[in-house]
């Protein structure tokens, strides 16, 4: 069984930065497909960004585009989200997921979830 444990929120300030990570432990996610989501109160989870198991290919939601970077270190059993110039909109949970299909945005193909880590961004 794997677990997934995000890190790296926190209250910033808008137009400041943020450096999530998500470890693994339990058995390797370098052949899985990670993704990144988040929740607001009140709102549906979205999909965030999503990274291919290799690091070749990377997607993400057109509201983070060039503000958000996802990335991996398989030796380290470890996914990345770096944040910049935050939004008061970007305020919410966020989760990490693995899922060996990947199927960026789609939420139902993803196997395991960690918990959450709260990000809250001040205007």
């Known amino acids: 069984q794997v677990q997934l444990v995000e890190s790296g929120g926190g209250l910033v300030q808008a137009g400041g930065s943020l450096r999530l990570s998500c470890a693994a432990s339990?058995?390797?996610?370098?052949?899985?497909?990670m993704g990144w989501f988040r929740q607001a109160p009140g709102k549906d989870r979205e999909f965030v960004a999503a990274?291919?198991?290799?690091?070749?290919?990377?997607y993400y939601r057109d509201s983070v585009k060039g503000r958000f970077t996802i990335s991996r270190d398989n030796a380290k059993n470890t996914v990345y989200l770096e944040m910049n110039s935050l939004k008061p909109e970007d305020t919410a949970l966020y989760y990490c997921?693995?899922?060996?299909?990947?199927?960026?945005?789609?939420?139902?193909?993803?196997?395991?979830w960690g918990q959450g880590t709260q990000v809250t961004v001040s205007s």
């Open positions: 997921a693995g899922s060996s299909t990947l199927v960026p945005g789609l939420s139902r193909v993803y196997d395991y």
């Open positions: 339990g058995r390797t996610i370098s052949s899985w497909a």
């Open positions: 990274i291919s198991w290799n690091s070749a290919n990377a």
